[in-house]
């Protein structure tokens, strides 16, 4: 089978076959390096999977689903497929949790542009006491996250259709003060799409992906102005940036109120989460 997988390097097409092998037939790959016998009966169409991967779509989408801090989640191509970036923005606000003393008291968490639902889920089980709401302006992307948090058990999410940028003209008004406000919205500029990989450009969803080059920060300035109202004086806000306008997003928050913003990189030293706070004099002012 490797030897037919032809657009991929060989180490990342080693792992996608141990990926395949232990989802089709249950093997690890302790298995497989270990030449445990194996069994090809079960009635799979691996040239099937091997030509939808040699025209570069993700072995997520073949298998549907992925997993994410620790869990199992459904995916299609309409939701994008979790990142481990964005496992360390889920990360962050569970340290929060713990580094404020907040384990056990009551918390309003919202995800706005939830997709998949792997935010809000993650947050819902890891964060004791807490309610989430889980906001996204596709139909589609509701469904499957709707799935994912029955898949994952998580009870305590509250899916709606919701689209951030028209939140202020009245489509979509609340009375809720979140402790926690996440998102990870579109980012890419349309301009960096000839730099991406065929199987993210070719297959993820561009309503979940791309903004225009001229107004690359529109879902940031959406979500500052939406989070200046509803969120909590002693709350936080994350959100997932393009690296390269890190400086840009942070001065967003600040121009909407925000009083405590810091550019967090990532593991590989890339800027990507903007936190945010009030103080908590300037809040009550």
């Not at 249950?26 to 445990?36: A, E, P, T």
């Not at 889920?121 to 509701?142: C, G, H, P, T």
């Not at 107004?215 to 940031?220: E, S, T, V």
Request: charged share 25%; aromatic share 10%.
């Amino acid at each position: 089978m490797l030897h037919q997988i032809t657009v991929y390097e060989t180490q990342e097409a080693k792992e996608i076959v141990f990926w395949l092998l232990e989802h089709e037939l249950g093997l690890k790959k302790i298995d497989i390096l270990s030449n445990r016998p194996i069994n090809f009966s079960k009635n799979i169409d691996w040239d099937l999977i091997v030509k939808r991967l040699n025209n570069h779509e993700p072995i997520q989408y073949i298998l549907g689903e992925t997993t994410f801090y620790g869990r199992r989640f459904l995916v299609d191509d309409s939701v994008l497929i979790p990142r481990p970036e964005t496992e360390e923005l889920v990360d962050s606000i569970c340290r929060w949790e713990k580094e404020t003393e907040r384990f056990g008291s009551k918390k309003n968490v919202l995800d706005i542009g939830t997709g998949s639902g792997c935010i809000a889920i993650s947050l819902a089980k890891e964060l004791s006491n807490s309610q989430v709401w889980a906001y996204d302006v596709s139909e589609k992307a509701l469904a499957i996250a709707q799935k994912n948090a029955a898949l994952n058990q998580a009870f305590n999410v509250v899916f709606d259709k919701v689209d951030i940028l028209h939140y202020l003209s009245g489509e979509a008004q609340t009375e809720l003060r979140f402790d926690i406000i996440v998102s990870n919205p579109p980012y890419v500029t349309k301009q960096e799409a000839a730099q991406m990989r065929s199987n993210v450009l070719n297959f993820e969803p561009h309503l979940a992906l791309f903004v225009e080059d001229n107004d690359p920060l529109i879902f940031y300035q959406a979500i500052a102005r939406f989070a200046f109202q509803n969120l909590k004086e002693d709350g936080l806000i994350v959100v997932e940036i393009n690296e390269s306008l890190g400086k840009e997003t942070a001065e967003v928050f600040k121009a909407s109120g925000f009083s405590e913003v810091v550019i967090i990189k990532d593991i590989h030293q890339k800027n990507r989460f903007v936190k945010a706070a009030f103080s908590k004099k300037m809040k009550k002012e």
